[in-house]
DNA sequence: ACCTGAACACCGTTCAAGT
DNA sequence: ACCTGAACACCGTTCAAGT
């Protein structure tokens, strides 16, 4: 169902016994830390099993190598984020698209934003190909929970709802990663937040299917050309 | 002005013979090759040399440090890019908000897409909290140019310009990256960038100041209350 | 079952020597 | 002015030995 993630950055064994989790944990938390404090370029697996009291042998009874440590992390992270995401579009079944956008953008800003520290490191800490396959996965999961939220909604009804959801959540994801990106002051940044809103909104209020009258000409049009091209 | 580069990213010294320049420019070719043929994990600095046909040493006359090559080919390639905006730009002054938007987007885009492999191996490349500086210098120059395009506009005009057009931007720059990232079926990218225009145009829309009667209800005030919030 | 740390291969960076 | 490549410090990863 949902892609395996590729079997070299499994971890190479579960912890069994209650000390073994707690020398994943620490381990988990030092490279949060080091990641913070040293960047990505200083985080040696040295480094890290110093700062989380182990020795580096340990570190790699759990982890094959340095990338699957920084994989298990960014994992760890999404599955968070995803789930606030999918809780919060469940919340919203059967509510208004205006409403529906509020929750997602909100749900989607806030989860990123508590700790944007870290946030910010783990964007970062996401080298090599081999994260495609968490994004990738990350974001069927998210497809699916908006999928089924705007479907339900009690005031619009799309030509091409797959499009429609996959163009909203890549303009949510992307702003977000931006807004991080360009590292904008936070008052700028909870301005463009809102701004968002209104964005996607207005975005969902263009494309929607007219209820009642056909009207050929106006913004619905633009909605119609696009699909059309694609065929 | 600008943010100038750190110091310690500058290219140690510039090449001022002839066979220099050709060596520098072998060492930049080569970086791209290793980045795509071995991802960013595997590119050592002699692997580039060797493939640049040069000694390490050599390398080392002109980047400081591996960081700095990177660095450099960011650059070059984010200058590049902010050219082509530019020029769409300005070919844009007096144009409708919705030409605009068209214009912008396609440059974008297309800058982007000519050499999507590349464009997706330099997204990755970008480690280090260093192209921080880089990004953000893009990013201002960028806004420069649209934000005095969009003051041109025929047709619309905006109670707070500056927000709007980094909205804007955010959401341009986010969405197109979230597509490579996401690593979109090429079709399924083409539908995006088409509804990435819809959803510019009918945002530029909802926030314009209305010319003469004033609608106080309606989608102009969803605007209103946002600006409002951030005082 | 879990942990240790010396040992090995390899990478980034330097610098004395060459044209 | 530009180029070379052996040399050094350090990092990722392993594995024999310990509890």
Known sequence: MATVPPAHLTPRKRPRQARATVTVDAIFEATIQVLLADGPNRLTTTRVAQRAGVSVGTMYQYFPHK?????????????????KVE??????????????????VGAYWEAKT???????????????????????AFGRRVDAATAAMLASAADADFADPSVVNTTLLTAIFGAVRSVF???????????????????????LEAVKKEPERAAPGGPATANRTVIDDAG
Chains 1, 2 share one sequence.
Not at 67 to 83: D, G, K
Not at 184 to 201: D, F, I, K, T, Y
């Open 87 to 104: 809780r919060a579009c469940e919340a919203q079944h059967g509510a208004s698209i205006g409403q529906m956008v509020d929750a997602l």
């Open 181 to 203: 990106e360009r590292n904008l002051p936070s008052a700028l940044g909870g301005e463009v937040r809102g701004q968002l809103v209104v964005m996607c909104r207005s975005y």
């Open 114 to 136: 508590v700790r944007s520290d870290v946030t910010r490191a783990l964007y970062r800490s996401a080298v090599e190909l081999d994260t495609e396959s968490l994004i990738e």
């Open 67 to 83: 990338q699957a440590l920084l994989y298990a992390l960014n994992e760890r992270y999404l599955e968070i984020v995803a789930e």
